[in-house]
Structures are given as C-alpha cells and as structure tokens.
C-alpha cells in the first residue's frame, strides 16, 4: 500500500475511529514512513489546536442563561403532574388494578362463605323442622329453655319476654356450625316455625352479616345480624315482617 | 468574524405555553439540556457568525427539544440529539442559507491537497486568530462537521446522528473539510510572513 493511501486513513487515525485491523497496519507504517508520521502528527496539532480556539470563543452571558432558564421553568408543572404522567400512572394503574383483584376475589370469596354459611343454617332449620324431635329441650318457658344449655355452651343469651306477642317459644337444641357448639331455639307464629341460631361471632359464623341484614334465601326468610359478641340467624317460611318483629324482640332482650 | 449576516432568528417572541404540557418531564430535560447551554451557544455563535443571532437559535433549540423530549428514548445520546435540532434549525430558520449549504459533502469542491505542514509554526506563534479567521471563512457544512469532530469530539457515529448522513459521508467530508482548513492556514499564514 502507498502512502496516498495510508494517508486517506489518518483523519480516522487522529480521531480515534480506525479499526484495530487499521490501526495496527497503520502504526507499523508510521514505524517505517517519517513522511506519514509527521502527516499525522500535523494533523493531530490542527486537531487540538482548532479545538483550542474554538472551544469557548464564545460565552453566554448570564442574562441570557437566566432568560432561558425562566422560560423554561415558567409554564413548570407542579411535581405531582410530572410525577403522574411518568412514573407514577402505570404504577398506579396496576396497583388499581391488583387492588381490584383483591377486592373482587375478597367479595367473591365472602360472598361465596356467606351463602354456604346460610345453606347451612337452612339446612339445619329444614332438617329441624322434619325431625320427630326437632328439639332437645322442649319447653316454652324461657326459664326452662334457656337453663338447659348452661355447660353445653361456651356463652350464654338472653330471651325475650313473649306474653304480649304472637311468638311462642318451642324449644331448643345444641347444634354445631362450622365446627363450633351453637344454640338453636324454635319458635312458632301462626303454625310457622321460626328456627333463631344463636353462635360466637368469631367462631366460624363470621361469614355471616354482622350488621341486620334481611333476605329471601330459597322462599325462606332470613335475618342475621351481630350483638354483644354473637351472631344471631333466622329462617322462616313466615313473612320477613314475623320474622322481623321477633328478631326486635331478641335484639331488645340481647341489650345488657 | 469574517462574516456578517442578518440574523432572522432576532425578535423572536417565544411562549413554552403548551410546551411543557407535552413534555414528559420537565425536571430531567432540564438536568439533561442546561449542561449542554454554554457548549450548544458555542457553537451557535460558530454557526451564525452573530452572537444575537446565537442566542435566538440557542433559544429556538430548547423549545423545540422540550416540546420534543417525550419523543426523545431515555439511554440514547441526548448530546447528538440536541445539536441535531439547533443544526436542523439553524438550517431551516435562515432563509436562503440553507441553499449555500450542500447537505452532501461530497458535492463541494475537492480542495487541492497540500503538502505544507502549516501547524506546528501556528502553534508556535501561537496564532489562534488565525485559526479562529479559517474557521469562520470555511463553508458552513466544513465548519460545522470539524466543530462537532474536534471541539464536541463527538465520534463519527455520533456526527452521523447529528448531521443525519452516512458514516462514509462524514469520514469523506471531514477529509475535505480539513483540507480546506489547512489551505485557509497556508494562505493566513502568508499573510503573517507578510
């Protein structure tokens, strides 16, 4: 290879752009070319020298640095909206959307227990009331009833005076829902019985509603809420105001 | 400077209003473009021969790379990309200069190849009027290539992003540009013998 040639490579030489396939060709030319070598020494001086008297020729003044500066900072949105645009929308959107999940799941879930808690207590209502002994302890005097389950509970409750009502206390026997002993007192109105479950509230019936909550499961009424550290369920095949008058009634005689 | 223009980049009543609404983030644009502020005038004032004219250009620049820096790809070179727009809009913004500049280098004239070795004399005279004077009376397409090359030591490839060419074509350019350079020196150098 000629020197003309070498020579075409010397701008990349003194930029540092060659090749290592290049450079090494090009070094052992320089090696043995004085003519190249001092061409690409002079290159190299008007490399640096050309960056020495352009580089800051010219400065900005600082009026000029504050005029850009303040235009750029003047129509500045707050943090928060940069930080939303940027980071923080995606970040929210999938902590929006894994909450939901949560959520969704959660009540699915919950939804799911309480309808399995209350096919239960239907259940137990139905298989009470086809029973030739629906209840162990047959009375209809609360005083009688509700002694009967002192040492078969691990909790005690209060029932209702029933003179002045159309309720009639039958009777009561020990049950077991969701693996934890329970009370279950029937009552009568108008030839319709009104099965009333009395359990812990953190004993397994804590998929049930703790505030009052009324519904028609299956043609039955039923009505359950929460009280003083126990949860109270009932189903009837009566109308849900009968079943609501004697829920009244147990919630007035559950207040200390 | 050897030359004298009129700036059309004067006057310019400039709002960001709307601007920075579409900027993704202002607080990263600013720490990535002010450091490049003093550098980018630099270089504008090389450009337009015309410091108030820089200043217009330089401020026209940031507009245009904050409107446009939520299109600009984090990791990628802000440097190239930034000298990019003041070059695109130095280009377009001065009417008629953009016909004097031939955006393929290998258009211009082939300026004859020399054999002097001016540099090393300038240097020792320590002449950088002189080179200053060659800078400033090369075409602007040769200025503007052996400013990003030896002042911005930008890489060839980075050269090749700014000025939108091939590689080959800035290697070819630079070779042509520097040839010129040196042809200016010779002859400023005869005018200091003289």
């Not at chain 1, 009470?128 to 078969?152: C, E, I, M, Y």
């Amino acid at each position: 290879m000629n020197c003309e040639l070498w020579r075409d490579q010397l701008d990349a030489y003194v930029d540092d752009s060659c090749t290592p396939e290049q450079l090494d060709g090009l070094e052992e030319h320089l090696r043995i070319c004085a003519s190249c070598a001092a061409e690409a020494l002079a290159r190299l001086q008007l490399k640096r020298a050309t960056r020495a008297a352009a580089a800051a020729r010219f400065v900005p003044s600082p009026e000029f640095r504050l005029r850009i500066e303040e235009t750029l900072r003047k129509d500045r949105k707050p943090a928060w909206r940069s930080a939303l645009r940027s980071a923080w929308i995606p970040a929210l959107g999938a902590a929006f959307l894994l909450a939901l999940i949560v959520v969704s799941t959660s009540l699915f879930t919950r939804h799911t227990a309480r309808e399995q808690a209350v096919a239960e207590l239907l259940d137990l209502h139905v298989a009470t009331l086809a029973s030739a002994n629906p209840v162990d302890v047959v009375s209809t005097d609360r005083h009688t009833v509700k002694p009967w389950f002192q040492g078969k509970l691990p909790f005690t409750f209060n029932l209702p005076e029933l003179q002045d009502s159309p309720f009639k206390l039958l009777g009561g026997k020990l049950i077991y829902f969701k693996h934890n002993p329970g009370a279950q007192l029937l009552f009568e109105v108008r030839k319709h019985q009104i099965s009333v479950f009395i359990m812990q509230s953190q004993s397994g019936s804590d998929s049930l509603p703790a505030t009052v909550t009324t519904s028609s499961e299956k043609g039955f009424s039923v009505e359950m809420w929460d009280q003083a550290g126990l949860r109270y369920a009932l189903i009837s095949d009566t109308n849900a105001a009968d079943v609501h008058a004697l829920a009244d009634l147990l919630r007035a005689a559950g207040h200390p | 400077m050897a030359h004298s223009f009129t700036p059309s980049f004067r006057c310019l009543s400039y709002t960001v209003q709307g601007v920075t609404e579409l900027s993704g983030d202002f607080g990263s644009f600013e720490d990535l473009a002010m450091p490049h502020f003093a550098r980018l005038f630099n270089f504008a004032c090389w450009l337009t021969q015309d410091r108030s004219a820089a200043e217009d250009l330089v401020q026209e620049t940031y507009m245009k790379a904050l409107k446009g820096f939520p299109s600009f790809h984090q990791g990628t070179n802000f440097h190239a990309w930034i000298y990019r727009i003041l070059r695109n809009t130095f280009l377009t913004s001065r009417t008629g200069l953009a016909a004097t500049i031939s955006l393929d280098g290998d258009d211009a004239p082939s300026e004859p190849a020399t054999e002097e070795t001016p540099e090393s004399i300038l240097l020792a005279h320590g002449e950088q009027h002189t080179i200053q004077n060659a800078l400033a009376e090369l075409p602007v397409n040769f200025r503007e290539i052996i400013l990003l090359c030896d002042m911005e030591e930008m890489s060839y490839q980075e050269i090749s992003q700014t000025l939108a060419i091939p590689i080959g074509t800035v290697m070819s350019r630079l070779s042509r540009a520097r040839k010129a350079m040196r042809t200016l020196l010779t002859a400023g150098m005869e005018g200091i013998s003289q």
